[in-house]
């Protein structure tokens, strides 16, 4: 899930920098050209990229509750390996050894302890899930309005060029 909404966000960024430019060129003589297929254009690209913006944010809220389950889930496949591991080192420690090989038997157990505790400690990955959620929620959110914003800007341009005060000419009623 994490990624649908990175890709989301990809994709918003791409389309607002692939979005046409939305001032229109001025001419040579000082006055400014008004193409109404250009500034139409401009409007259906800007829209696209709220929309797609809207995505993103629809994306980015994702449950966290679902995300934690479905760690929690992970956790308890990683315990049941560890547990199987531990199992595993005892039954090779009480098989005799030298003091060197029950040493490094030893340090590969509390590894796995060690490995059996942060499964068990969901506490630090809620942290670092909900902080990355609250990240991609902002980035989206900032998205959006600026998404907004070009095409409220697309669209006044395009209603200048419509109503023809963008040719120094007068409006036509």
Known sequence: MHHTARRALAAVALTTALAAPLAPP???????????TAAAAAVT??????????????AANRPLGRLV?????????VLAQSRAALRALAKQAR??????GAEALRAEARAERRDVAEARSLLTFKRAL??????????????????????AAARTAQDACLTGTSTGQPATP
């Open 45 to 58: 690209t800007a829209e696209q990229a709220v929309a797609d913006a809207r995505a993103a944010v629809k």
């Open 26 to 36: 001025a001419s040579a003589d000082g006055t400014s050209t008004c193409d109404g």
């Open 69 to 77: 389950a479905a760690k929690r889930h992970e956790a308890r496949a």
């Open 130 to 151: 909900l902080a990355a959620i609250k990240a991609d929620r902002a980035a989206a959110r900032a998205a959006l309005v600026t998404a907004k914003a070009d095409l």
């Open 95 to 100: 098989g005799g050894s030298t003091p060197d």
